[in-house]
């Protein structure tokens, strides 16, 4: 569980009322596996969109430029209103199956929310191995590109706020990583191969 930052949207004396789920798994299951290592390659599952992190920011854009969430979008056939209430896309079948069919090849995940690939991702990596993030493998939906350039956003505090079009990151041995990525595109996912883990010396994301 959480507690979390959303300036804006309360008013003294509201509070949220949110709910969990808890999970067992026998200690030697739990991942990241503690092989892995060099070489292991980085899949991504993409996002239905901004899901449910940094909001403050899309409604301090929108607000800062006159557009409603009646507006049509200007790189979608729909309103604006439509794409922010797209569901959060829910990856646990698919990765559970993933986990299930390829045992010993799946080693790791990492849920891509608040914070993004920078802030997530290295949550399940020793501190010896970076990922090495080949940021031209995958098309970032246009809510993103909308938000960056009109609200003019660095790309760094981009990076650090949304998921960017990449919900879940899957670290796979390289000698499986094709097979897992056909299986998780056949259970629906859209796959794509991000990049490697390589030995750390700064930076335990490296976007490129």
Same mark, same amino acid.
């Given at each position: ?19 969990? &789920? ?8 739990? %991942?990241? *596996?503690?092989?892995?290592? /060099? $070489?292991? #390659? ?43 209430? &797209? ?8 990765? %559970?199956? *993933?986990?299930?069919?390829? /045992? $010993?090849? #799946? ?63 899957? #670290? ?37």
């Amino acid at each position: 569980g959480e507690t979390a930052e959303m300036p804006g949207m309360y008013a003294p004396g509201e509070y949220d009322l949110a709910g969990f &789920t808890v999970g067992a798994a026998e200690r030697e299951a739990l %991942l990241p *596996a503690k092989d892995i290592a /060099q $070489g292991d #390659v980085v899949l991504g599952l993409a996002s239905s969109g901004v899901h449910s992190n940094g909001f403050s920011l899309v409604r301090y854009i929108m607000d800062k430029h006159g557009v409603s969430y009646a507006s049509k979008a200007p790189f979608a056939d729909k309103i604006f209103g439509e794409i922010l209430l &797209t569901p959060t896309r829910i990856y646990v079948k698919s990765c %559970l199956g *993933a986990l299930s069919k390829f /045992q $010993g090849a #799946v080693k790791a995940f990492a849920h891509i929310t608040g914070g993004g690939l920078p802030e997530n991702l290295p949550r399940v990596l020793p501190k010896t191995l970076a990922a090495k993030i080949n940021t031209k493998a995958w098309e970032r939906p246009g809510i993103f590109r909308w938000l960056e350039e009109t609200g003019n956003v660095p790309a760094h505090d981009m990076w650090r706020t949304f998921n960017c079009g990449i919900g879940m990151v899957v #670290v796979v041995s390289a000698a499986k990583a094709d097979a897992v990525a056909e299986y998780l595109a056949a259970e629906g996912e859209t796959v794509y191969t991000l990049g490697t883990l390589v030995p750390r010396t700064a930076d335990a994301v490296i976007l490129s």
